[in-house]
Structures are given as C-alpha cells and as structure tokens.
C-alpha cells in the first residue's frame, strides 16, 4: 500500500506492542473495505505516552487502540465516555477535535461477549479475577453486571474498586486453595507477554469451570 496525504492513519500504542496482531487485522478489514486508511503498531515506552498521543492528534491521526501498559494512564489523558469514566480505563482514543481525545472503554463489551461464548452463567457465577490493571477493571464491570462474584487475585496488594465498591482481595500464593470453590478463572496480567511466567496449575478447578 502506497501512502498518500489523504491516507487516514490508525494504530495500537504499548509497550510492548510486537507482538500485536492488530495490524495485520485492522489491515486485512481495512483493505476489504476498500478504504485509504493505514493501521500500525507504536511502541510507546511508559514516559512518553503524553507526547505519543499529541503527537498523534499532530499528525492527523483518526484514532488509536491503547493496550499494556497504558490503559489506566491514557485515561486520564483523555476526555472519557461514560463506560471508561466507570472503568478508570480507556483503550480506545478517538481524535476528533482541537482538544483532548475521546477516550473509550471496549473491552467491557469484548469481555460480556466473551463470557457469553464461553456459556459463563453470570448470575451467582464465583470467579477468580487475576490482575487488578485495565483490562481487569473492564472484565470486573462485565462480572459485576451480570451477577457474579468475583475475588481479585494479585501479585501486589493493590486492590480493585468499581462502582464504590471494593472487591475481595487474595495473595497470589493463595490462588491454588481457591481454585476448587470457584466457576471460572479470569487472566487479566500480562502473564502472555513474559516467557518466564510461571504455569498455573488447573487441575483444582471444578469440572464445570471455565478459564
């Protein structure tokens, strides 16, 4: 694809950020739908992400997914919509003006509907929440909504709190006792990204659970 000045510019922010898929995606929807558009990746390091983002606004650019690190961090560099305002999370910038981008939260959404694929019956539904960043604070708005229960599982004591509440918190180490008492487990760490991250071990989960 050839690069004009009418192309419109899209991409996802993070760091890291190659091994997202993203373009690849983005690029293969947008070459069918017959747009000038062009979709890459930016490695943002943590310190800069003020800058990346005006400077993308500089540049013309239409909008931005924003993934690990920077979810928290870009929302408040934004001007975020109701679902994100809840969440404390964005990952979704949208520029369309002289001021702040529009901050969006989608993954709540991705989250209910993954969920529903995966038949997670919400209502009463236990379940184990790894992760208390942006992408487990989107997950936990989706869990809540539905009815479940959800206890928060980290490596730090930083606890999740949504909707003026403040959810139950266990030590990472304690993760293999609660396995057995609950209906699903919800990865929300970067665990992926890191190829020294130690397994979990699954087989304490109930049959029906789902991971």
């Known amino acids: 694809m050839i690069l004009s000045a009418r192309t419109r ?3 996802v922010i993070g760091w890291p ?5 993203s373009p690849a995606m983005q690029g293969a929807a947008l070459g069918a739908l017959g747009l000038d558009w062009t979709y890459g ?10 800058a990346a983002i005006r400077g993308a606004a500089a540049l013309g650019f239409v909008g931005l997914n924003v993934t690990i690190p920077h979810k928290e961090a870009a929302f408040a560099l934004s001007l975020p919509d109701a679902e994100a305002a809840r969440v404390g999370a964005v990952n979704t910038l949208v520029f369309d003006g002289d001021g702040p981008p529009r901050g969006l939260n989608t993954d709540v959404h991705g ?20 992760g208390a960043g942006g992408a487990a604070r989107a997950a936990a708005a989706a869990l809540l909504d539905g009815g479940a229960e959800v206890t928060v599982v980290g490596r730090s004591p930083r606890t999740l709190s949504l909707d003026e509440r403040t959810l139950p918190l266990v030590a990472w ?9 609950v209906d699903a487990l919800v990865d929300a760490t970067p ?8 397994r979990i071990d699954l087989a304490p989960l109930p049959a029906h659970a789902v991971v």
């Open 111 to 130: 989250a209910r509907m993954l969920f529903e694929e995966a038949s997670l019956a919400l209502p009463g539904a236990r379940v184990a929440l790894l």
């Open 17 to 21: 950020v190659a091994h997202s898929l």
């Open 9 to 11: 510019l899209l991409g």
């Open 191 to 198: 665990r992926g990204l890191s190829p020294d991250a130690s």
């Open 173 to 181: 180490d304690a993760l293999g006792a609660l396995l057995p008492e």
């Open 41 to 50: 990746a930016f490695a943002v390091a943590p310190e800069r992400l003020g």
